[in-house]
């Protein structure tokens, strides 16, 4: 079932901060993040396990909150180069182990202004 | 490092025809790579797990004989979109899974092949 990103736009200024959620209705084992500026491919930010860990890379962080099956991305002092579309993505473990394909949400549309 | 790597970047074919896509892992092996497809201002969609030696395990709603997927060897996974369709035309990207410690698996996206059926 895809994962619900909220919200679906968002404008900021430069140096602004940003949070974009991503929620569950079934349960999780990691929550994968992603930014995607247009007609390219994805690009890797972070992986969060069970456990409610948070991560953080720079001036993006998230956290992961397995009971609630939540996950948000946090972007402080928001730059230019950070606009793009960012997508959560979920995956279960199945029972073999292994890695397991994702299911993406709608993603965030983030447009940052100078 | 994780780089990955597709060819072609874009291809344009006619109807009836077959096209074939590379997926390349090109600093790491991966046991398991994915093959997503993506609609204009949409997400991307799961098609199919791709794992070295084995048949590819497929998405619902995906038709495998349409989308054949061999997985050679650790660094290389191949889709075929037979007997293509306009309807087929898409951004399709696979990715590559590498071991990230503590029982997790990161992806790795590929730089996407954007296919147009005329």
């Known amino acids: 079932q895809q994962p619900v990103q909220s919200p679906q736009a968002v404008i900021l200024r430069e140096g602004e901060d940003a949070v974009i959620n991503c929620s569950s209705s079934?349960?999780?084992?990691?929550v994968h993040w992603y930014r995607q500026k247009h007609g390219e491919a994805p690009v890797f930010l972070m992986i969060?396990?069970?456990?409610?860990e948070q991560k953080g890379h720079e001036k993006i962080s998230a956290s992961f909150n397995e009971k609630k099956q939540q996950s948000s991305l946090y972007l402080t002092a928001s730059q230019l180069s950070y606009s793009g579309t960012y997508f959560c993505?979920?995956?279960?473990?199945?029972?073999?182990?292994?890695?397991?394909?994702?299911?993406f949400g709608k993603g965030t549309h983030l447009i940052i202004q100078p | 490092g994780a780089v990955v790597s597709q060819h072609p970047s874009w291809v344009i074919c006619k109807s009836g025809t077959s096209v074939k896509i590379e997926c390349r892992s090109l600093d790491f092996q991966a046991t398991t790579m994915f093959w997503y497809r993506q609609f204009p201002k949409q997400s991307l969609m799961l098609m199919a797990t791709?794992?070295?030696?084995?048949?590819?395990?497929?998405e619902q709603g995906v038709e495998k004989d349409k989308f054949l997927i061999n997985h050679a060897s650790l660094t290389l996974s191949t889709l075929t979109v037979t007997s293509a369709h306009p309807e087929d035309s898409s951004f399709y990207i696979c990715?590559?899974?590498?071991?990230?410690?503590?029982?997790?698996?990161?992806?790795?996206f590929g730089p996407g092949t954007r296919l147009t059926v005329t």
């Open positions: 969060l396990l069970k456990g409610g």
């Open positions: 993505g979920t995956e279960k473990k199945y029972s073999g182990g292994g890695a397991d394909g994702l299911t």
């Open positions: 990715s590559a899974s590498s071991f990230g410690g503590r029982g997790s698996y990161e992806q790795y």
């Open positions: 791709s794992n070295e030696g084995s048949k590819a395990t497929y």
């Open positions: 079934k349960a999780l084992y990691s």
